[in-house]
């Protein structure tokens, strides 16, 4: 059974970066879609970006693209999340979710099969 852990989050001042990581374990991350979501305090849960297990990338959110990158590196069955010029609306519980092969549209977000149980970025000075 595949279990995904996040970290890397914490408190940046805006215009910092931060890279948050997924880490799996239980089974190999090679085969699978490995996306990132994010919900903020009383606001609902949004995906920011996600990459196929072809290295097919998108971004959800326009407000992320050109600041946030996503990578994955399967020797360390871990997917990346680089967060650069954060801004306070960059505010939340970020998470990664899991599902074979390719990314979803939005419509699937809720049908991803394995999710983390989150890290909290928080960006304030």
């Known amino acids: 059974q595949l279990q995904l852990a996040e970290s890397g989050g914490g408190l940046v001042q805006p215009g910092g970066s931060l890279r948050l990581s997924c880490v799996g374990s239980?089974?190999?991350?090679?085969?699978?879609?490995i996306a990132w979501f994010r919900q903020a305090q009383g606001q609902e849960r949004e995906g920011v970006s996600c990459?196929?297990?072809?290295?097919?990338?998108?971004y959800y959110t326009d407000s992320v693209k050109g600041r946030f990158s996503i990578s994955r590196d399967n020797a360390k069955n871990t997917v990346y999340l680089q967060m650069n010029s954060l801004k306070p609306e960059d505010t939340a519980v970020y998470y990664c979710?899991?599902?074979?092969?390719?990314?979803?549209?939005?419509?699937?977000?809720?049908?991803?099969?394995?999710w983390g149980k989150g890290t909290l970025v928080t960006v304030s000075s």
């Open positions: 979710a899991a599902q074979l092969y390719y990314c979803p549209n939005h419509y699937g977000f809720n049908a991803m099969d394995y």
């Open positions: 239980g089974e190999t991350l090679e085969h699978l879609a």
């Open positions: 990459i196929s297990y072809t290295n097919d990338i998108e």
